[in-house]
């Protein structure tokens, strides 16, 4: 099974819906990361957590939200989708042994309509 | 300034045969980390490889190795005997500061990537 996992895989939805994707870990890392992919660019960061009481705004937070339920699972939320979020999302995770590496879960491929 | 420069939006390669993505980084930290992934045509972002900035030989991995000139800031990834399963997106991708710091999010920067298609 796969350590980091994301939900769903691919999703479209309308403009103004809210929606979450969830990722979920097995690592027992602390630090978990959201990323978003647009064609032809790099990653860029949306938010990141220490731990469950520790939230931080990444590059560009704007229109996202997120809740650390657990030390495993991370969830992002768009409160009111706009066709402009369309992107690949990735959660990422660090911690354990090594503080030099991320671990990719496999993406979310969002459509918005 | 980008922190993190890939300057070639795409290149060709033929099966067999070596090649040379660049990179080049910005960084005034002293500790920093390096790291090269692959996102093939699925989407995964697939781990390559990794230098540290105090590491004093060059990383490798298989047929993967990394060129990594300081003094440049520089961090060119080689690919061996090129084959066509190597076809795909490459992403160069600094983290600032070394292991464990607080208030630091060790965040990955990554470059605009380089495609690179293998040709038979």
Redesign the interface.
């Known amino acids: 099974d796969a350590d980091v996992t994301q939900t769903p895989r691919n999703r479209i939805t309308k403009t103004g819906k809210r929606i979450m994707l969830e990722c979920s870990q097995t690592k027992g890392h602390d630090?978990m990361?959201w990323y978003r992919q647009d064609p032809?660019?790099?990653?860029?960061?949306i938010y990141?957590s220490f731990d469950v009481k520790d939230i931080?705004k990444?590059e560009i937070s704007d229109g996202y939200s997120v809740s650390r339920q657990a030390q495993a699972k991370f969830s992002l939320s768009l409160e009111s989708a706009i066709p402009n979020q369309t992107a690949?999302y990735?959660c990422?995770t660090?911690g354990g042994d090594n503080?030099?590496?991320?671990?990719?879960g496999?993406?979310t491929?969002l459509t918005v309509l | 300034a980008q922190k993190?420069t890939q300057t070639q939006?795409g290149m060709f390669v033929q099966e067999k045969e070596a090649v040379t993505l660049d990179c080049t980084y910005d960084t005034s930290d002293q500790s920093y980390?390096l790291?090269w992934?692959k996102q093939p045509s699925s989407?995964?972002?697939i781990?390559l490889i990794?230098q540290?900035s105090y590491d004093e030989q060059n990383a490798t991995e298989g047929r993967y190795s990394l060129n990594f000139q300081k003094a440049r800031k520089s961090a060119n990834l080689v690919i061996s005997a090129s084959q066509l399963g190597d076809s795909a997106m490459y992403?160069c991708?600094m983290?600032e500061g070394?292991?464990?710091s607080s208030g630091s999010?060790?965040?990955?920067?990554?470059?605009?990537?380089t495609q690179l298609t293998v040709l038979p």
């Not at chain 1, 032809?40 to 960061?45: E, F, H, M």
């Not at chain 1, 503080?99 to 990719?104: A, G, I, L, V």
């Open positions: 630090r990361y032809g660019l790099g990653l860029r960061l990141y931080n990444g690949l990735f990422a660090m503080y030099n590496e991320q671990f990719f496999p993406g491929r | 993190i939006p980390g790291f992934y989407g995964e972002m781990f990794y540290g992403f991708a983290r070394y292991g464990i999010a060790r965040q990955l920067t990554f470059g605009s990537g």
